[in-house]
């Protein structure tokens, strides 16, 4: 803890990409949907050291980014409201983010914004799918 009451955290981020990739996307959308997601995933880092992982996959015609913390986790039953507006379990939390990402991504890109897989205590794992 630092002198504030806050809790320090190590967070490494690391990004696992295999080559050069070409996707049509709106740059500043899209980097806003990655800043948002790499937020939320730095809020559910409860352990002094935190893991975040960017892993692109190349397939025929998509391109798979997935984005993979060490954080708490989403509890099943909270699953199906992630995405909706004003959604938040945090006490400053405008539950905006997921929703707007996922119009971001769903619609203006006419790719998949999903969630693929959380445990809780564990982390969670969010997938972003464009085609090429
Ligand atoms: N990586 C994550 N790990 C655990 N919970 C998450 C994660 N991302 C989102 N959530 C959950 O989804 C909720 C909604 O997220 P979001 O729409 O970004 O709103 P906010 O960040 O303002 O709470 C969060 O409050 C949190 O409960
Ligand atoms: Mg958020």
């Given at each position: 803890m630092n002198a504030d009451g806050k809790v320090i955290k190590k967070v490494s981020i690391k990004i696992n990409s295999p080559e050069k990739l070409n996707v049509k996307m709106n740059k500043d959308l899209f980097e806003w949907v990655i800043e948002n997601l790499l937020k939320n995933s730095l809020d559910a880092i409860d352990k002094t050291t935190g893991i975040i992982e960017f892993t692109v996959h190349n397939r025929d015609k998509e391109v798979l980014l997935d984005v993979t913390d060490n954080g708490k986790g989403i509890d099943k039953k909270f699953r199906k409201d992630i995405?909706?507006?004003?959604?938040?379990?945090?006490?400053?939390?405008?539950?905006l983010g997921l929703s707007l990402a996922k119009r971001i991504i769903d619609?203006?890109?006419k790719g998949k914004l999903t969630l693929i897989d959380s445990i809780l205590d564990k982390g969670t794992t969010f997938r972003i799918k464009l085609a090429k």
């Open positions: 995405f909706r507006p004003g959604y938040s379990t945090k006490l400053r939390g405008w539950g619609v203006y890109h």
